[in-house]
């Protein structure tokens, strides 16, 4: 049965697909990654230029992307594993861009709890203004986050959030409870 957190309606076709500023990718394509020449051309060839970035990029192209540097920076990880660790290197990245130091500055200060609370206004910076974040606290140091997100991999945000999570100064523990179609739902543990 599927959580009720994870449950929206279809996209309608004619509904515009989320777009991914240029910064996002900056911090994982460029400042997490660091590619090497190979991996620079196959962003290129995916419709990424480091070099020359748009202003934003449609959400297929970031998810073109992200599983090419998963093939060919970690392709011997497992699924799980690879994406994790790039949700980490795209927080780590991000938070070296002019737009993620502004937000990366607060997590110390705030604490996990206001971090996890955060998380739709982060999700939003990241160019996922679409996305409705449901947190249900579980005890004072954990929540159930149920995300509605058909782009990305559940580590993928997993990851991200361990490493914004440890900025603020804290040892995160998440696992992914629940992935449909729809979304998926992480316990966040610290």
């Not at 449609?58 to 994406?83: H, I, T």
């Not at 861009?97 to 996890?116: D, E, K, Q, Y």
Request: aromatic share 6%; hydrophobic share 45%; net charge neutral.
């Amino acid at each position: 049965m599927e959580s009720p957190g994870l449950l929206v309606r279809n996209p309608s076709p004619t509904m515009a697909q989320p777009r991914i500023p240029s910064s996002v990718f900056e911090g994982l394509f460029v400042r997490g990654l660091e590619p090497h020449d190979e991996l620079a051309r196959a962003l290129v060839a995916e419709g990424y230029d480091p070099r020359c970035p748009e202003l934003d990029y449609p959400v297929q192209v970031w998810k073109r992307c992200v599983a090419l540097a998963r093939d060919q920076v970690y392709g011997e990880l497992s699924d799980a594993d690879a994406y994790r660790i790039l949700g980490r290197k795209l927080i780590e990245g991000f938070a070296d861009t002019l737009v993620g130091r502004v937000a990366a500055v607060a997590l110390p200060m705030i604490g996990a709890a206001r971090v996890m609370e955060r998380l739709p206004r982060y999700m939003a910076m990241m160019g996922r203004p679409d996305l409705t974040v449901h947190l249900v606290t579980v005890g004072e140091r954990a929540r159930r986050v149920s995300i509605p997100d058909t782009h990305n991999r559940p580590e993928l945000i997993a990851g991200a959030i361990e490493a914004g999570l440890e900025r603020a100064h804290v040892q995160p523990i998440i696992s992914v409870e629940e992935r449909s179609h729809l979304g998926f739902r992480l316990l966040v543990r610290w």
